[in-house]
Structure formats: structure tokens, C-alpha cells
């Protein structure tokens, strides 16, 4: 009984000092309801680089982490980070869809007779294999891209506007997010505003509603317009 109670004993002081070294170094973003997938960002020490995301999960008996920078062009996490659970390929660990929201705005006044104000906000959708270590999906729910440029004339402190202009890349659209049981995903209720302004690469113009569904090991979009 001794020899089952030492190695019981050891493997909890070393998942107590893992959970313990974690939340001293990393910042929280979010979890699943039962604790067993957590989110963390690694603030970037050196200016110009980003910060690390992570995945801490159980696996077994023991935490296994999974970094999310490896993916191509992905954004790092926001404030918080929405973790929802499913089973998609049908095997090993269920597959985790994370939602969060990354934003800034910025008002300057670099230019004489010139004051900028601008502001984006995204709401990323991923959904990852912690099995592979894969991203199996990635799109943007929501877009908010404004850009405005006023011209005035004398000191900023007391100003007149004599003119306003919204920039060529402001863009605004929004979509109804929803995910079933077997992983499909549905986007519905586009709404779509400055829409002269919003390029062709726009992926929600481009695609317009639809659905994701996971077939033969990765997702395909299927678009109503079909």
C-alpha cells in the first residue's frame, strides 16, 4: 500500500506545481466548463514580436500544452477567449472551437490640419485538434474596420472641422454563428454595411452565408449560393 501511495502522492504535487507555475507566468483567457482545456497568452518581452498562445489540456493523468502561433497568419488572443468542446473526426480527445475578440483604436494627430481616428474590431472562430496539434478551421465572424481622416484648420485645441471623410478600407459586417452536435458550422444573418467600401477579398463577401462541414478529415464551405 506504501509503494501505490508515493507514486499517487509525487504525481500530485507535480500537477499542483504545474498548474501553480502556469498561472504565475502566463495570463488567463478562458476554459471549458470543466476545467479540462484552459487558454493563456505569454505577453512578448522584446518590441515587435507577439505574444505566445496556448492550450493547456488534460491528457490522462498529466497536463500536455499545445502553442497556437505555429498557424499561418493567426491573431493572437484578445482580452478573453470563449472554449467550447466537440467530437468531430470521431476519435481521441474532442476538438476545441475558440472564439475571442481582438480590437484597438487609435486617435492622432500626426499631420498638420489633419486628426485621424481609427478602430477595428474581429471576432476570430478556430477550432483545433489537440490530437494533432492542427488547426482544422479559422474564419472571422464578425469585422469592424473604420477608418476616419477630419481636416481642420488652426490649433487642434480649438479647431474648426471644415471637412470629414470615412477611409476607402472601412467595412463592417457581422454573421449569426451557430455549430450542431457533429461539428457543422452555420453562418446566417449576414449583415453587411459600407459595402462599396469592403475590397473583394473580404471573405464574407466572397462567400456570403453557408456552412462548414467536416468531411474526410477537414472542413469544406459550402455556400447557399450552390
Known sequence: MKKLILPLLLLFI???????????????????????????????????????????????????????NEADHR????DNCQLTAIQIDGKGL?????????SESVSANDEPGK??????????????????????????????????????IGNIQTAVYIDSSIHIDSCY????VSMDAKGTITLKNIKLNYEERCGNDIWIRKHGRGTFVFKGGKYVWISDKD
Open 14 to 68: 507535480i500537477q499542483s506545481f504545474a498548474q501553480v507555475a502556469i498561472n504565475s507566468k502566463w495570463q488567463f483567457k478562458g476554459q471549458l466548463k470543466d476545467s479540462s482545456v484552459k487558454a493563456f497568452s505569454l505577453p512578448a518581452t522584446i518590441k515587435g514580436k507577439r505574444d505566445k498562445d496556448f492550450l493547456v489540456y488534460q491528457r490522462g493523468n498529466k497536463l500536455d500544452t499545445l502553442l497556437l
Open 75 to 78: 491573431q493572437v488572443f484578445g
Open 94 to 102: 474532442k476538438e476545441v472551437l475558440l472564439t475571442f475578440t481582438v
Open 115 to 152: 486628426a485621424r481616428f481609427y478602430k477595428y474590431e474581429h471576432t476570430i472562430n478556430e477550432i483545433w485538434n489537440l490530437d494533432s496539434g492542427s488547426q482544422l478551421l479559422m474564419f472571422t465572424g464578425s469585422y469592424f474596420n473604420y477608418n476616419k481622416v477630419t481636416d481642420y
Open 173 to 176: 459586417y457581422s454573421a449569426k
